[in-house]
């Protein structure tokens, strides 16, 4: 039977609904404001009916609360969080980018391309008015203006960098933040569950800490369904930040290679950039993928033979005639007659780190003969030059037709020696010379010199083991050339006649790299080439024609106050090597070095104890080594005869993956790739890694590691704008202030200035710029030139050593013409064309990232407005609600006054007897 108050608790429930529904519309309307807010509502159900034995057969016990829901949509809360962490990425590189358009432009609107495009018509007119000392004084205010604009700009690249850098730091300290709120949050939402609770509130506070958390970072939120073992989750790219009421923190890691700069990775989850940074320090951009030529886990290994000292190769000052030596020595004005009549030849490259010859098939054919017997006319004598860092020997092969006398008789043959004192004979048929002999003989005397030579198949391979660049030259002959062996770039040829001065030699030599580059106008205003500088070259009509193939001259004063030549590579490192060699390479002429050993250019070389060596019958050896020399920073000379003394340069070579490097510089993020078979002339410059800077710092082996913890979200897009896109940005005015340096000098090296300076060449304009890389930021006067107008070389010469005169501007026109000369991305742009395509890059590149945030934005509203209508609280519709909850209030508080006055009538009935 049902109790007498049963219809009272159906009521009571009822009371206690509409109570419940009166207190949340209450809260709903009290925190519609409120950020992270969830509108909450009551669920209810019906209680359990009571089963009775009558005809109605259940009758209702009433609601019940079974929960207070809050009103989200998991499915649209992931879409929203990802817009917005799209939003915020593409926020970050929008402003970045704005902030870029404002670095390259003045408050007066006056940008860098304004200063690039003042500074060459300023260089053009001086050529149109070479005498004129207000044009030529604008010019090098011109010039200054621009190195201050470009040298400014690159502390703002900087700075900004810096500025990313700290907002990195502020951002990881944020997001640590939310981490521990989210990780508190999660404890005590835990412990309100297991009491049987409701932590709606708890859980708004911990979804919208990891809303945050994700903007920043990227991370993502586990969904219920994916909480298998009850967990809550937050996951960075397979790193938990977030499991239950464990966290992990984000960790800021300084990046010595990339000026200490942050990289951010997870807790427990660190690990080296490069495992030993006294090898190798790198910059990853993010853009970096751990996949391609990756090896397991984007694990790269990288061995380190040895760093780039990052110098030019200099020649100069042999032993003079006083001390024992052949240099003209005793004079102390540059201008003096040496009364020298002779000729030399220079060039500048090397033959790469291999040379394979072509095959020799001389009579008789397919025998590997390198020199058959000569014939009426032919040559009877040849010498070669192998040179490879401090190793230099000459080779000469010479035909002996009479041999001394044996028994049984010698028969004419070819006879090898070098000036090392090695010796070895021709075997082949009637004394020729095969290809095992000559091999042989260079297989076993420079083996221990790091020269490893192979001999087979009818051909000559010459390798250097260390990797240093190797120099091949003839000095007489053609041998290395007609085999392919010699260095390919051209060789130039200076001719000194009995007046000639040290100065006007030094003349000459610079002359001699412009003259394929000099031109005037003809009277329609035509530029054509200036024809009255010759100079004979090998091959004929092909002159140098670049700055790494290209040197200067320039006069030195040793401690006594005597003058000496002294020849400098325009560009740095090894392949810009030096080669000395005798003028009749290019035609003509007698085969013998005097020219330049009277010059000081090649030298007696002194054995370790620093005495001259002489063979047993008395004949001085190691004559004709080239005298490298180096300066030291206070300007004097480093001892080359010192055991410790280098003065040859060193590129850096190292190992990545297997595959070979060589590197001008220690930092770069291209280098020349070493082939791994056929000849190896190490020209071309590759990624030695994909979106990987290398900062080389010693020799030994590191692995580099490439791995991305943060792929989006604000501090990847600050990482990414600090790394990727300003350094990206960087890397084209590196380009374009190297280029201007270096070209700017190889040219202003041959010019001579006007007044005291009018018969000067070889001095520099720029201060030099050792590698690309860096070089932004570099960009100033040479000391020398110190705003003296006199000095700006804008005239050239007349061929003979002497200045055309200061009315003569051609020096200026070449230097004018670099503008649209087609210096950059291998021949196909000028600086006009560079500048353009950074502007439209840039430009572009700002566009998307416009279109990327409106399009981000759009799909974002769109997304919160979908929320908004879940969780958010419409305040009349809560206030319709509350009115509606206090009238069911109202009516079941009247029905159970009903019932209660019901119950009144039958107990009091029932208690009077009768009734």
């Known amino acids: 039977?049902?109790?007498?108050?049963?219809?009272?608790?159906?009521?009571?429930?009822?009371?206690?609904?509409?109570?419940?529904?009166?207190?949340?519309?209450?809260?709903?309307?009290?925190?519609?404001?409120?950020?992270?807010?969830?509108?909450?509502?009551?669920?209810?159900?019906?209680n359990p009916a009571l089963e009775e034995r009558t005809n109605f057969s259940m009758l209702g016990t009433g609601v019940g609360i079974t929960s207070i829901e809050r009103m989200r949509d998991i499915y649209l809360d992931s879409r929203l969080t990802r817009s917005k962490v799209e939003q915020a990425y593409w926020s970050t590189m929008t402003a970045g980018v704005s902030r870029v358009e404002k670095f390259i432009t003045t408050t007066s609107e006056k940008g860098l391309n304004n200063f690039i495009d003042d500074f060459w018509t300023a260089v053009q007119d001086v050529h149109t008015y070479p005498n004129d000392p207000a044009v030529r004084a604008n010019f090098l205010a011109e010039t200054d203006t621009l190195s201050n604009f470009i040298n400014s700009l690159a502390s703002t690249y900087n700075l900004y960098r810096d500025e990313l850098n700290s907002d990195v730091k502020a951002m990881v300290q944020d997001a640590n933040s939310y981490i521990d709120q989210i990780s508190v949050l999660t404890k005590a939402i835990r412990s309100v569950l297991q009491a049987g609770g409701e932590p709606n509130e708890l859980l708004d506070k911990r979804d919208l800490l990891a809303e945050k958390l994700c903007i920043l970072t990227g991370a993502e939120v586990s969904r219920p369904v994916d909480e298998l073992d009850g967990d809550y989750k937050i996951n960075l790219n397979g790193k938990l930040l977030i499991q239950g009421g464990f966290k992990r923190d984000l960790v800021?890691?300084?990046?010595?290679?990339?000026?200490?700069?942050?990289?951010?990775?997870?807790?427990?989850?660190?690990?080296?950039?490069?495992?030993?940074?006294?090898?190798?320090?790198?910059?990853?951009?993010?853009?970096a993928a751990m996949g391609g030529d990756c090896g397991v886990n984007g694990t790269h290994e990288a061995d380190v033979m040895r760093t780039a000292d990052e110098t030019y190769w200099t020649v100069g000052c042999g032993?003079?005639?006083?001390?024992?030596?052949?240099?003209?020595?005793?004079?102390?004005?540059?201008?003096?007659?040496?009364?020298?009549?002779?000729?030399?030849?220079?060039?500048?490259?090397?033959?790469?780190?291999?040379?394979?010859?072509?095959?020799?098939?001389?009579?008789?054919?397919?025998?590997?003969?390198?020199?058959?017997?000569?014939?009426?006319?032919?040559?009877?004598?040849?010498?070669?030059?192998?040179?490879?860092?401090?190793?230099e020997t000459a080779v000469n092969i010479k035909w002996n037709a009479a041999p001394p006398v044996t028994t049984p008789p010698t028969l004419p043959r070819w006879e090898v020696s070098d000036n090392l004192g090695n010796t070895t004979i021709g075997t082949g048929v009637d004394g020729a010379l095969t290809v095992d002999d000559l091999g042989a003989f260079m297989a076993v005397k420079y083996s221990e010199y790091g020269l490893d030579v192979k001999y087979t198949d009818n051909t000559l391979t010459l390798e250097t083991r260390d990797r240093q660049l190797m120099s091949i030259n003839d000095l007489g002959g053609d041998l290395m050339r007609s085999c392919g062996l010699a260095n390919k770039n051209p060789t130039v040829k200076i001719d000194i006649t009995t007046e000639d001065s040290f100065q006007t030699i030094a003349n000459k030599i610079n002359n001699a790299y412009m003259f394929d580059r000099t031109y005037e106008l003809d009277k329609d205003g035509n530029e054509i080439p200036k024809g009255n500088l010759k100079y004979d070259t090998d091959p004929p009509g092909v002159a140098p024609s670049s700055p790494d193939q290209w040197l200067h001259a320039s006069i030195n004063y040793d401690e006594k106050g005597e003058c000496y030549l002294v020849l400098t590579s325009n560009t740095a490192g090894e392949a810009a090597r030096i080669n000395v060699l005798p003028g009749s390479v290019c035609g003509g002429g007698v085969s013998d070095m005097t020219a330049a050993r009277l010059l000081?250019?090649?030298?007696?070389?002194?054995?370790?104890?620093?005495?001259?060596?002489?063979?047993?019958?008395?004949?001085?050896?190691?004559?004709?080594?080239?005298?490298?020399?180096?300066?030291?920073?206070?300007?004097?000379?480093v001892d080359r005869y010192d055991p410790y003394g280098d003065v040859y340069v060193d590129d850096a070579w190292l190992k990545v993956d297997g595959r070979e490097f060589i590197s001008v510089s220690?930092?770069?993020?291209?280098?020349?790739?070493?082939?791994?078979?056929?000849?190896?002339?190490?020209?071309?410059?590759?990624?030695?890694?994909?979106?990987?800077?290398?900062?080389?710092?010693?020799?030994?082996?590191?692995?580099?590691?490439?791995?991305?913890?943060?792929?989006?979200?604000?501090?990847?897009?600050?990482?990414?704008?600090?790394?990727?896109?300003?350094?990206?940005?960087?890397?084209?005015?590196?380009?374009?202030?190297?280029?201007?340096?270096?070209?700017?000098?190889?040219?202003?090296?041959?010019?001579?200035?006007?007044?005291?300076?009018?018969?000067?060449?070889?001095?520099?304009?720029?201060?030099?710029?050792?590698?690309?890389?860096?070089?932004?930021?570099?960009?100033?006067?040479?000391?020398?030139?110190?705003?003296?107008?006199?000095?700006?070389?804008?005239?050239?010469?007349?061929?003979?050593?002497?200045?055309?005169?200061?009315?003569?501007?051609?020096?200026?026109?070449?230097?004018?013409?670099?503008?649209?000369?087609?210096?950059?991305?291998?021949?196909?742009?000028?600086?006009?064309?560079?500048?353009?395509?950074?502007?439209?890059?840039?430009?572009?590149?700002?566009?998307?990232?416009?279109?990327?945030?409106?399009?981000?934005?759009?799909?974002?509203?769109?997304?919160?407005?979908?929320?908004?209508?879940?969780?958010?609280?419409?305040?009349?519709?809560?206030?319709?609600?509350?009115?509606?909850?206090?009238?069911?209030?109202?009516?079941?508080s009247k029905y159970i006054s009903a019932l209660m006055g019901v119950l009144d009538q039958i107990i009091g009935g029932l208690g009077r007897v009768g009734i």
């Open 666 to 892: 220690n930092a770069f993020s291209e280098a020349r790739r070493v082939a791994e078979v056929g000849n190896a002339p190490v020209v071309t410059a590759e990624e030695v890694i994909r979106d990987v800077r290398m900062d080389l710092n010693g020799v030994g082996h590191t692995t580099i590691l490439v791995r991305h913890h943060l792929t989006q979200g604000s501090i990847f897009a600050s990482l990414q704008l600090r790394d990727d896109v300003l350094l990206g940005q960087m890397d084209v005015f590196d380009d374009m202030t190297y280029k201007l340096a270096s070209e700017f000098n190889a040219i202003h090296y041959a010019g001579y200035g006007r007044g005291d300076y009018a018969n000067t060449t070889g001095m520099g304009f720029f201060e030099r710029i050792t590698a690309k890389y860096g070089a932004f930021g570099q960009l100033k006067m040479d000391e020398k030139i110190n705003f003296d107008e006199t000095r700006f070389a804008a005239a050239t010469g007349d061929g003979t050593g002497h200045s055309l005169g200061g009315s003569d501007g051609t020096n200026a026109l070449s230097m004018a013409r670099l503008k649209q000369t087609k210096l950059f991305h291998s021949g196909a742009a000028n600086f006009d064309d560079l500048y353009a395509g950074f502007e439209a890059e840039l430009g572009s590149f700002g566009s998307l990232a416009k279109t990327c945030q409106n399009a981000a934005n759009y799909v974002g509203e769109q997304l919160t407005v979908q929320r908004e209508s879940i969780t958010g609280v419409n305040e009349d519709e809560e206030m319709l609600h509350l009115v509606e909850m206090n009238q069911g209030y109202n009516y079941a």
């Open 319 to 391: 032993l003079g005639q006083s001390e024992g030596g052949e240099r003209v020595d005793g004079i102390k004005d540059p201008n003096a007659s040496l009364n020298i009549s002779a000729s030399f030849a220079l060039q500048v490259g090397s033959a790469g780190v291999r040379a394979v010859s072509e095959a020799f098939v001389k009579t008789p054919p397919g025998l590997g003969i390198v020199l058959g017997p000569p014939g009426p006319g032919e040559l009877t004598e040849y010498t070669f030059r192998i040179s490879s860092g401090d190793f």
């Open 1 to 46: 039977m049902v109790s007498t108050y049963h219809g009272i608790e159906t009521g009571r429930t009822a009371l206690l609904y509409f109570r419940k529904g009166m207190e949340i519309a209450g809260m709903n309307t009290t925190k519609a404001i409120t950020e992270g807010y969830s509108r909450q509502v009551v669920n209810t159900a019906a």
């Open 600 to 637: 000081g250019f090649v030298d007696v070389k002194l054995g370790d104890d620093g005495n001259q060596q002489f063979d047993a019958d008395g004949n001085l050896l190691l004559t004709d080594v080239t005298t490298y020399i180096q300066f030291k920073d206070d300007g004097t000379l």
């Open 252 to 287: 800021l890691v300084e990046n010595p290679a990339n000026k200490g700069y942050y990289d951010v990775q997870v807790e427990y989850n660190q690990y080296d950039i490069t495992s030993d940074p006294d090898v190798a320090g790198v910059i990853i951009e993010t853009g």
